[in-house]
């Protein structure tokens, strides 16, 4: 399970709603590493992106 969905990140409900709840459960469950939401929330925590633009919505 994906950390961030694990904290309630709100960042996430661009991936986890209604809309693509069976690639949400995929990415979200078992893949979250795959994410490119988790990827750039990864990279933020590590000081590798800047908190600025970083997490426009991406098209899924």
Do not use: F, T, W
Not at 33 to 40: D, S
Not at 42 to 52: A, D, S, Y
């Amino acid at each position: 399970m994906c950390p961030y969905i694990e904290k309630g990140d709100r960042r996430c409900l661009q991936i986890l709603n209604l809309r693509n709840i069976e690639r949400a459960v995929s990415l979200c469950g078992s893949h979250y590493k795959e994410c490119p939401i988790y990827m750039r929330l990864k990279m933020l925590e590590q000081g590798l992106l800047r908190e600025e633009g970083a997490l426009q919505p991406l098209r899924i």
